[in-house]
C-alpha cells in the first residue's frame, strides 16, 4: 500500500529545512549589520540628512564619528542610538516625567509662609 500523504511529508520536510536556513541567514546578516561601519553614505542612508548636514554635526561634534586623517567613518548602531536620543516625548510622557519631578522635589509639609 502506498501512502497518499508521504510526497506532502516531504514537501513539508523540505519547507521546514528551508525556513530554519533563511532563519539562520536573516540572524546572521542583523548581526553583522548592527557593528556595520561606513563612510558618509552610510551616514546619509542611516539619518537621511544631506552630506552638508553631517559635515556640520560633525564639526559641532553632535555627531559620533570616528577620524583617521581625512576620513570620517560612521558606526551603524551609533548612529541608530543617535536617532534614539534625538525621540521626543509624547504629552502623557512630559506630563508623567513632571509630575515624578514634582513629588520628589516637593518639601513635606509644603511651604513655610512667615
Not at 501512502?3 to 536573516?26: D, G, K, S, Y
Amino acid at each position: 500500500m502506498n501512502n497518499p500523504f508521504e510526497p506532502i511529508n516531504a514537501r513539508l520536510n523540505n519547507l521546514e529545512a528551508l525556513t530554519i536556513e533563511v532563519l539562520q541567514l536573516l540572524r546572521s546578516t542583523n548581526t553583522a549589520s548592527a557593528d556595520e561601519v561606513g563612510g558618509i553614505e552610510l551616514a546619509t542612508q542611516i539619518t537621511r540628512l544631506s552630506a552638508a548636514r553631517i559635515y556640520t554635526l560633525v564639526s559641532e561634534r553632535k555627531l559620533p564619528h570616528k577620524k583617521r586623517g581625512n576620513r570620517l567613518s560612521f558606526r551603524r548602531s551609533e548612529l541608530l542610538n543617535w536617532l534614539e536620543e534625538g525621540n521626543r516625548g509624547t504629552f502623557s510622557q512630559i506630563n508623567a516625567d513632571a509630575n515624578q519631578y514634582e513629588s520628589f522635589n516637593s518639601r513635606k509639609g509644603g511651604r513655610k509662609t512667615t
